[in-house]
Every structure is written in structure tokens, then in C-alpha cells.
């Protein structure tokens, strides 16, 4: 081969090589560095690179919005939507992992410039003083060049030339990708948010169990940090306050809510001198160290709290009396007060367990017969026993209403609160045990199934089953203060031997083996309209409390029912619950403890809440 | 800005552009101002050390040439004796130019060597604070290599071997020159000035001759260095886990990699020296098929032995100490044995320097003494090798000797390894002792390929770069142009492979740089 033919020959294949690794990445776009791609999976990009990915993104969007929440993770538990209704703004949350006061004035350096911004919410912690303008290489963590004014050929060198392995791997996870959420695309791109979904419907319970369930919280042991860019942090602040005072955007500074921990690992001159230099910028709020600090199930883990701790501080900065709030949980401090480590620890109230936490027994019945057809029926007798020994032993019957107002409002719940729940929606729960609760002034919560209502043969069979009360009397019980009814599902509560197709058949609410993740969604959905549309006609109040079919649940139909509207939920998992203050997710999975004729119910109760 | 970055090659790609647009005459001002830039992305500090070099280098060099020139008047017509006598002073006056040059800048390089460990010696002799080492300093990249080869020229300039270099940019250059200006090669006056001053044309064969060492180069840095890097790493920062076998088969393979990473190193920036029409010249020749160890070292880093015979040996072996040495010698052993022993001496005077030219430490000059000693054995074995090797007559025994030669050699080199590797000579000698007392070959595959540190398919691409370039290596050692044969297969072929090679380069080592380091190792010296 003569030497020019060589070079020419290998000039085409530089560029052939450069060219498909070019074309590979931009038709990928795994770190979202152009808006528009292939595959228009924005929570994917967002994942891989929050800080490309959210500007390419709102380059696109920002019409839809006119306030931003900017920070680092910390900022992340706060819902726009529960921001939008206090400050009647469309609001985005530009929050990116792992940023720190530089990403923050160059990204609200180039919202302001390029957007239209008409409030910055701007959450920060004590972590900000921990780095500043780190020179990070990790592909993660790079910055667009426009809003850093960095240079353009490393960060377009980076991307479009990156590894494939990256587009590849953005292939694979579209394979593998699914309606919940994924370590893969963990954010929602229309609002900014982390995906939260299967996380706000977690089980939570008692410390003990908390501990159990999330590591990292138990014997936490936090290295003493060194606040070592305390000044460049709040010139930042002092920048970003400038820029919105010169273009007349309200500017919010909250310090985070931090586990009790991680604040004792800052140091008393870092954190005193800090709040002097934040105090001389601005007013703030203060939410670092309060009673809520010293209980880790308001946190996801030790560096994040939870979004309802970010609607919490919302209420209190939006002055919300309807919603609970600490007393101690938030602090106005306007901007010339000297403030030191020692007032905050002073300000903190040392809430004991039992203010803002109850424990909660439920008892599960189903149908009252003299005859004890099955095993889930009671006698009239067993149930008046019952009635009779709560009352004796002092406990007071509550229902979800008494629950709810609890976790949202806190208010108070009468003392030995206990909950009685029966499921199916027989007729002889109206036959019977209604006038039970009429006579002993008690409340009940019933979940009904909705295609039975009504109803003594299964479906259209015409095969007998026990009869289920009507409409009308649902109606009436719901009417009345001593029954609330919920759903037991619509018709996801199938008897094998009676479905014409025994591979179809959905005896409970998971996912079954002929099920398609979206035919599965899809049925739920179906479902819930179904029952939704009969509870219409008993009743204005929308569908909020389910017991699930056999008590069989997972983190997948807890958060699809959560998206319908669903507050309070019940299993058949044994033993007693607790429920918080501020924390309305601890109304999700309750256990329940079953009553039979023969059970002692007594002792039941001692053992539950020992 | 790394010689394997994506910045380099754009940042080659604008000088070459400009470079072939610009009148010929003035293409070396472009190569100054590139190098210069070149060298600046390192760090603007190193530009005082690099000045102070050229600048006490082109003064110096040119108050030798004017006594030259003075002198050559001054003898003009005169009688022996004042001939003699001005000679003298003129010397004299050469050599304390001379010697003020070479001290002031053998003594930067050696503040910048052995600062540390003079302050480390301080510190453990007095107790006192104040010496104890807190930062290190950093040494100014490329200084070993710049300072040799502007050393070089001045000490030839001293002799009166070439005219000396008028232009203090011009030989600003020749001390800069961009590609080499980082791990050498240690180039000579005569042989690269021309080449920097006179400016070329565009010529497709030294641009595709280009292109073939710098893919070469980068497939032994990043695609067979990098990955060892890896695997020797892995096993030396516990290397007292491992039994004897597994340190001598983890430095036989340091050896490849330091060959591959350094040798890809020269590959590349002469490639990239071929691309502006300027030929280096070779510093590497095979030295894994080295048979002993002076072959060995006439094989591995040239420049620097050839440096090291010129400008030390040399004027070492004539100097009137061991002038005296060698007269003293030949009259207890006789003339031939006589004379070998100012060789030996002078011989590990010189391997003792190699060493120290690496570093600062005690491990280094153990490295040296044993290469000094392996060498003063080989000589004093010349003789009687040259006879054994007369009398083989059968072509499998004259083999079977290349063969065991090769394994010595080898062996020899890898132990040596073990001081140049391994981070003191407490170490090295703790290493040496396990590969003598307790050398279990067996756990070369228990131990060695059960730890190695990388990844499978990172194994695999080591072992068959590996291989490729033995075959590839041994192919030449027995005289097959492979790259003429590649240029005489199928056009397709050619580009097939060309296509292969290119991607291979771009997946297993541009997209495995971050993972893998890609430093050069002979930067640091």
C-alpha cells in the first residue's frame, strides 16, 4: 500500500472509530447531555447525571415553571406540588446529588439568566461547608460547561466520546426498565424529584424495628467534619442573594433537619461561625437540630429526612396551623441575629416517645354466626365478650378518621386506642355487629369487597356464599360515627373453585404468574375505579382505607395504591403498630390480629402491647 | 497534558497543520513555541529550570567556543613551549567553565534527587523537627532527560566536536523539543539539530512511519503496560503474602510492563517526532532477546548507556587516576587482565551512576552494583566464552547455548528488577531472600493467577498483547520484515487489520484509561 493511501486510510478509520462512538452516544444519551434523545427516558439521565440531564431538561421545559428548589440532595424531600400550593408557583425542584454551594450559585446564576424565576427555595445543611468547586472527574458529578463557564471541549470530549459501556448499559436498562422505581432512574423528571414512591410506603414501626429494617441508623458513629469552606459557602449564599435581590426573586434560605448524629459531628466553632456569617447574608429558617432530629424514622437514612419531614417544614414556613408540626420544629431567624451551636441545642425539646407516638392494636373479624360455619366466623357472644372487656379494661374504639387526624394534624388520640376491623362485608355485620357498636357507642372499620355487595351468590355464578350487606345499609353504617367502611378490593378477592379460568385468577392484590408488569397495573387500576365508582354511591369521601385481600402485599401494590389515593392500609401480618405524628406513611401496612371464637382476646391485647 | 490524551492529539494535529503551511525556515520558531506550550500544561514553575539550563548551557557553551576561537589565534606563530602554555590556560579556563555548568546543573538535579533523603537522614541523625519531610518536592518533569542531553552538547562543545549552536533559541529547542522532552530519548546534537533547524515538506512515508510507532507505542502503553501495571501492583503492596515464585514471575512481568510502558513511551514521541519530518533516534532494540548483560544494556534505554560510555566511561577509563590504576594493574596481572580491571571498575563506577540517574535511594545503587558486577563477571569471562562458542560445531548445541544465555540474561535482569521495584532495599532484599529460601512453583497458579487484580477479560487482553508482541519481537530478532509483509497482503487485508488494531486501541486502552493508570513510569525520572 503506498504511504498516502495508508494515512488517508487511516485518517477514515479515526473518524469512522470517532464518528460511531460520537453517533453511539448521542443517540443513547446516557448522561442526558442533549435534551431530546432516542429514548426520552429523562429519569434515567437524570440518575446518571442530575446536573446535565435537569438543565437539558428544563432548556426544554421551563416554560411550565417559575420557582426552582436548588441544593444538593438535602433539598430533595420537598413535593412541588405541596411547595405549589403554599406559594401558588409551578415549581421545580433542581436539586442535584452531591452538590455544594459553586453548583448552587452557577445554577441559579443561570436559571435567572435564562429562565423565568419568580421564588428560589434554597434548603441547606451544615454539609455545604464541607467542600466547594471540587474539580470532580467522575462522569456523574461533571457540570454543563454553560452553567460552571468550564471548558466546553473537556466536557463535550467527556461525554461524546465516553465509554460505550455507558450506552450500553442505558440499552440493558431499558430492557430491565419498570413502571416503580429502579437504582437506575430514580427521579421524576416532570417535578425534579427523587422517585420516592415504593420509599413513602414502607413499613416503619417502632425504633426497634426501624433499626432492624434500614441499617446505618443503629450505633451510628458520625467522624468529627471539618467545615473547612465555611467563608466560600456563604459568599455563595451572599451571591445568590445578590443576584435575587437585583432581579426581584424571593429568595428562601431553610437549613435542613439533620439526625441528631450526623449534627453532633460538626464542630460547636465550624457550626457557630456559620450561622454568624448565614445571619449577616439573610433571614432564614432553622430546622437542624429539633425533636425531630432525635427520631431516625423521620429520616430515609442518616443524611436524608423524609418528605413528609419536607411538608412538615413547609406547613411551618407556610404558617399551615392545620398540620402537624413540633412545637420545637422550625425557627424564623432574621438575618442580623447572632446565633450560636448552644441557642439551637437550647431551642431543641426533648419530646418524650409517648407525645407523638401511639401504639395501635387492631382486631380482625369477618362473620358473626351461632352456627360457626368456618373458622373466620365468631358468635354474637364472643363479640359482645370482646365488646364488654374493651370496655372494662378502658380502651376506646377509633377509626381512620381518629388515626388520620393523629398522623396529619396531631390530634391527640383518646388514651388505649384500639381499632376493630372486619373484612368481606357480610350481611351479618350489619345484622349484628352494627348494633353492637350502636349499643356499646364503639367504632368499627369495615372493608367491604366490592363486587359482592349486595350479594349471597359469587359473581354470577348462582353459587351460594354468605350474604353481603347492601349499599344501602353500608351507607347507613358509614353514616352513622360507629362504622367506617373502606375497600377490601373489588374483585380481587376470587375464590379459585368458582373463576371460570384458574390461571387468571387474583385471590389477592400481588402480581400473579400470567400478570405483565402492565397488565398488572393496569388491573389494579381497573379495580380501583371499579370500587371507587360503587363507594360513589354510598358516600362523596374519596377511597382511602384498604385491607388487603389475605393480607398479601408487597412494596409494589402499596405504592400503585398509594398513586390511587389510598391513606391507610391493613394486613393480616400479627402484632400491634405503631403510628407518629407527622409521619401519615405509618399509617400504611398495619398489622391486625385475628379473632376467633376461641381466641382470648384479653390476653391477646396484654401480649400486643407489652 | 499526557502524551496518550485526546488534548495531545488535537494539540499535534494544530502544529502539524501549522507547521507544513509555514515557509520551512521558520518552522522550528513554531516547534520552540510548541514545545514551550507543550511543557507549560505541566506546570509554569518547571519553565525556571528549563531556562536555567538552556541559558547557563548556551553561556557557557558559548565562552568554551570563544576560547577556542581565542586560542586558535593565540597559537598562531608561537613557540612550542608558549603553545603548550597558552593551551594549558585555556583549558584550564574551558574546564572551569565547564565544571561551573555541570555543577550548577548536576547540582539542581541532584538538590531535586536527593533533597529528601538528605533531610530524611537529617532528621533520623539530629531528632530535629525542622528536617523532618513534610511535602516532597516535586521533580521538574523531564529534568534527567533535558539536562543529559544539554550536558552532552556542552561537554562536546568543550572537546571541540561540532561547531557550537549561536542561536539561543535554536538550542532552546534542542533542549525542549516537545515529543522527547518527557522521557527522552536522550538525543545528540549532530543528529537532531539539523533536523529541528532546517525544516521539511510534508512526506507521506515519514507521516505513515509516524502513524506506526505512535499505534505501536500506544498498544504497549495502554494496552500491555497498563493492565501489568495492575497485576504487579496488586501483588507487591502485600508482597510478603506470596511465596518466592510469585515475586520472581511478578517482576519478570514488572519487566514487560516497565518495557511496554517505557518503550511505548519512545514509541509514541518518535512517532509524533516522524510526523514533523524528524527522525530520533532508537532507544530500545529488543532487549528482551538480550544475550547478557552488556547485550542487555546496548538494548534497553540506549541513549542513556550510550550517554553514560561517552561521557563517562570514556573519560573515565582515560583519566589520570585510573590511568595509574590500569599501569599498576598490568604489572601484577599481566596486560590483558591487567587492562580489564580499569574496564571492571570503570564499568561499575558507571552501572553505580545508571542507578542513582533513577532515583534517591540505596535500592537504586544495589541496582547498579549488580548490574556493574554481572557486567565485570561477562567481561572477565569474554575470553572463554568466545573459545567455548568457537568450538560448538552442532547447530542444536550452538542453540541450546543461545537459549541458556537468554534465560541468564533474563534472570539476571529480572533479580536486578527486584532493587528498582520495590520501594526500599529492605524490601527488595526481604523479596530476594523468599525467591531463594522458599520458591514453590506451584504457587505461581494458586497465588498469582488467583490474585490478579484485573479483570478476566483484562487477563486475556495482557496475555494475547503479550504474545502478539513476543511473536511480533521475535520476528524481527530473526530478521523478518513483518512490516513488509503487512504492506504486501491485500489491500482489504491491510485495512482490516488497521480497522482491528485501531478499535483495539480505542476500547482496550483509551476506554480502559481512568481505570487503569496511564502515567508513564520513566516520567518520573
Known amino acids: ?610 | 497534558m499526557s502524551i496518550t490524551s485526546f488534548e495531545f492529539a488535537i494539540f499535534v494535529s494544530i502544529t502539524m497543520l501549522i507547521y507544513y503551511l509555514m515557509p520551512q525556515k521558520y518552522q522550528w520558531i513554531l516547534l520552540l513555541l510548541a514545545s514551550y506550550i507543550f511543557y507549560g500544561f505541566f506546570g509554569y514553575t518547571y519553565y525556571i529550570f528549563l531556562w536555567i539550563t538552556t541559558i547557563s548551557t548556551y553561556v557557557s557553551s558559548r565562552w568554551i567556543d570563544k576560547e577556542h576561537v581565542v586560542l586558535k589565534k593565540r597559537i598562531e606563530g608561537v613557540s612550542l613551549q608558549e603553545r603548550r602554555d597558552i593551551m594549558a590556560v585555556s583549558k584550564n579556563k574551558r574546564k572551569v567553565y565547564l565544571v561551573t555548568t555541570l555543577v550548577l546543573n548536576f547540582g539542581i538535579l541532584f538538590f531535586f534527587k536527593y533533597y529528601d533523603i538528605a533531610r530524611e537522614g537529617a532528621y533520623l541523625l539530629t531528632g530535629n523537627e525542622r528536617f523532618q519531610v513534610v511535602e516532597h518536592l516535586i521533580l521538574p518533569l523531564g529534568i534527567s532527560f533535558y539536562m543529559f542531553q544539554s550536558m552532552g552538547y556542552l561537554m562536546d562543545i568543550y572537546w571541540g566536536k561540532y561547531p557550537v549552536e549561536k542561536n539561543p533559541f535554536k538550542l532552546a529547542l534542542f533542549i525542549s523539543f516537545f515529543p522527547q522532552i518527557i522521557q527522552g530519548p536522550i538525543s545528540r546534537y549532530p543528529d537532531l539539530a539539523p533536523q529541528l533547524f532546517g525544516g521539511t515538506t510534508w512526506k507521506d512515508d515519514s507521516v505513515k512511519e509516524g502513524i506506526y510507532h505512535i499505534l505501536f507505542g500506544l498498544f504497549k502503553k495502554l494496552i500491555i503496560a497498563d493492565r501489568l501495571f495492575v497485576l504487579v501492583s496488586a501483588v507487591m503492596e502485600n508482597h510478603w503474602k506470596y511465596s518466592g515464585s510469585v515475586i520472581f514471575v511478578t517482576i519478570f512481568i514488572y519487566g514487560i510492563q516497565i518495557y511496554c510502558d517505557f518503550s511505548g513511551g519512545i514509541h509514541i514521541v518518535t512517532g509524533i517526532a516522524r510526523l514533523f519530518g524528524i527522525h530520533l533516534v532508537k532507544n530500545f532494540n529488543r532487549p528482551l532477546f538480550a544475550t547478557g548483560i552488556r547485550d542487555f544494556w546496548r538494548r534497553w534505554h540506549i541513549t542513556l548507556g550510550s550517554w553514560m560510555r561517552d561521557y563517562v566511561f570514556y573519560p573515565l577509563s582515560l583519566s589520570k587516576g585510573l590511568g595509574k590504576v590500569n599501569k599498576r594493574s598490568r604489572k601484577i596481572l599481566g596486560a590483558k587482565r591487567g587492562k580489564l580491571v580499569t574496564v571492571v571498575l570503570s564499568s561499575i563506577i558507571v552501572y553505580v551512576l545508571v542507578g542513582l540517574w533513577h532515583g534517591p535511594s540505596l535500592r537504586y545503587i544495589v541496582f547498579g552494583l549488580w548490574h556493574g558486577f554481572f557486567i565485570a563477571i561477562g567481561l572477565a569471562t569474554e575470553d572463554i566464552r568466545y573459545h567455548l562458542k568457537e568450538k560448538i560445531k552442532r547447530k542444536w548445541l550452538y542453540g541450546l547455548g543461545y537459549l541458556l544465555t537468554l534465560g541468564y540474561t533474563t534472570i539476571v535482569v529480572t533479580l536486578g528488577r527486584y532493587f528498582s521495584r520495590a520501594d526500599s532495599l529492605r524490601q527488595a532484599l526481604s523479596m530476594f531472600k523468599r525467591t531463594l529460601l522458599q520458591f514453590e512453583p506451584s504457587a505461581v497458579t494458586k497465588e498469582l493467577f488467583m490474585n490478579l487484580g484485573l479483570e478476566k477479560t483484562d487477563v486475556i487482553v495482557a496475555l494475547v498483547s503479550v504474545m502478539l508482541l513476543l511473536v511480533f519481537e521475535m520476528l524481527r530478532e530473526v530478521k523478518v520484515d513483518v512490516r513488509h509483509i503487512f504492506e504486501q497482503s491485500p489491500l482489504m487485508l491491510q485495512f482490516m487489520v488497521l480497522y482491528i488494531f485501531v478499535a483495539g486501541i480505542t476500547y482496550f486502552g483509551f476506554y480502559a484509561q481512568g481505570e487503569l493508570p496511564s502515567a508513564f513510569i520513566y516520567m518520573q525520572y
Request: charged residues 25%; proline residues 3%; glycine residues 6%.
Open chain 1, 1 to 610: 500500500m503506498k504511504s498516502r493511501h495508508f494515512i488517508i486510510g487511516f485518517v477514515v478509520i479515526l473518524l469512522l472509530i470517532v464518528g460511531s462512538i460520537v453517533g453511539f452516544n448521542l443517540v443513547t444519551n446516557p448522561y442526558g447531555l442533549v435534551g431530546k434523545d432516542y429514548y426520552k427516558w429523562e429519569s434515567y439521565n437524570f440518575t446518571k447525571n442530575p446536573r446535565i440531564a435537569k438543565i437539558a431538561y428544563l432548556d426544554q421545559h421551563h416554560e411550565k415553571y417559575n420557582a426552582y428548589i436548588i441544593g444538593s440532595s438535602g433539598a430533595s424531600a420537598f413535593p412541588t406540588d405541596t411547595l405549589g400550593a403554599y406559594n401558588n408557583k409551578k415549581n421545580y425542584n433542581l436539586f442535584y446529588y452531591g452538590a455544594d454551594m459553586y453548583d448552587s450559585l452557577n445554577t441559579v446564576k443561570y436559571i435567572v439568566e435564562n429562565y423565568e424565576v419568580d421564588e428560589i427555595f434554597m434548603p441547606i445543611g451544615f454539609s455545604s461547608t464541607l467542600k466547594f468547586h471540587t474539580t470532580d472527574e467522575n462522569m456523574n458529578f461533571k457540570m454543563d460547561p454553560r452553567v460552571e463557564k468550564e471548558s466546553y471541549m473537556d466536557f463535550y470530549k467527556t461525554y461524546l466520546l465516553a465509554h460505550p459501556e455507558h450506552g450500553i448499559e442505558k440499552i440493558k436498562a431499558r430492557k430491565e426498565d419498570s413502571y416503580f422505581q429502579k437504582g437506575f432512574d430514580v427521579f421524576l423528571p416532570e417535578s425534579g424529584l427523587y422517585d420516592k414512591r415504593l420509599r413513602d410506603v414502607e413499613y416503619i414501626g417502632t425504633r426497634e424495628e426501624y433499626y432492624e429494617n434500614f441499617q446505618g441508623f443503629q450505633g451510628l458513629i458520625v467522624d468529627k467534619q471539618t467545615m473547612g469552606y465555611i467563608e466560600e459557602a456563604t459568599s455563595a449564599i451572599a451571591q445568590i442573594k445578590d443576584v435575587c435581590d437585583k432581579n426581584d426573586i424571593k429568595l428562601t434560605v431553610v437549613l435542613i433537619p439533620m439526625l441528631e448524629e450526623v449534627f453532633n459531628g460538626y464542630p460547636e466553632e465550624g457550626v457557630s461561625l456559620f450561622y454568624e456569617q448565614l445571619g449577616e447574608i439573610t433571614d432564614y429558617w432553622d430546622f437542624t437540630y429539633t425533636s425531630i432530629s432525635k427520631d431516625p424514622r423521620y429520616f430515609y437514612n442518616p443524611a436524608h429526612f423524609r418528605n413528609d419531614v419536607g411538608r412538615m417544614m413547609l406547613a411551618k414556613i407556610y404558617n399551615d396551623s392545620t398540620m402537624y408540626v413540633p412545637e420545637d420544629f422550625g425557627i424564623y431567624v432574621k438575618k442580623g441575629t447572632k446565633r450560636t451551636r448552644g441557642d439551637v441545642i437550647n431551642e431543641c425539646k426533648n419530646m418524650e416517645e409517648e407525645e407523638y407516638t401511639a401504639k395501635i392494636p387492631v382486631l380482625l373479624m369477618h362473620h358473626f354466626d351461632e352456627n360457626l360455619t368456618n373458622s373466620a366466623s365468631i358468635t354474637k357472644e364472643k363479640l359482645l365478650e370482646v365488646c364488654t372487656l374493651l370496655q372494662e379494661k378502658g380502651y376506646t374504639t377509633i377509626d381512620y378518621y381518629d388515626i388520620d387526624a393523629y398522623v396529619n394534624h396531631g390530634v391527640d388520640l383518646p388514651s388505649n386506642p384500639i381499632m376493630l376491623t372486619l373484612d368481606d362485608g357480610y350481611l351479618s355485620n350489619y345484622d349484628i355487629f352494627y348494633p353492637v357498636m350502636q349499643e356499646f357507642q364503639q367504632k368499627a372499620t369495615i372493608l367491604m369487597i366490592g363486587s359482592s355487595i349486595g350479594k349471597d351468590t359469587y359473581k354470577d355464578t348462582g353459587v351460594a356464599i354468605y350474604e353481603h350487606f347492601t349499599m344501602k345499609q353500608a351507607k347507613e353504617m358509614h353514616d352513622s360515627p360507629h362504622i367506617y367502611i373502606g375497600s377490601h378490593s373489588f374483585d380481587m378477592h376470587q375464590a379459585e373453585q368458582l373463576e371460570e379460568n384458574p390461571m387468571y385468577v387474583r385471590k389477592s392484590m400481588v402480581q400473579i404468574e400470567t400478570d405483565t408488569e402492565e397488565s398488572y397495573i393496569k388491573a389494579i387500576r381497573e379495580d380501583f375505579a371499579l370500587f371507587a365508582s360503587a363507594y360513589k354511591e354510598m358516600t362523596e369521601e374519596p377511597v382511602e382505607v384498604l385491607a388487603y385481600p389475605l393480607g398479601e402485599h408487597d412494596k409494589y401494590i402499596s405504592s400503585l395504591l398509594a398513586e390511587s389515593g389510598i391513606k391507610c392500609t391493613f394486613t393480616t401480618v400479627n402484632g400491634s403498630n405503631t403510628i407518629i405524628k407527622g409521619l401519615p406513611q405509618t399509617l400504611y401496612n398495619l398489622k391486625r390480629n385475628n379473632v376467633g371464637d376461641g381466641t382470648n382476646v384479653g390476653e391477646m391485647l396484654e401480649k400486643m402491647l407489652q
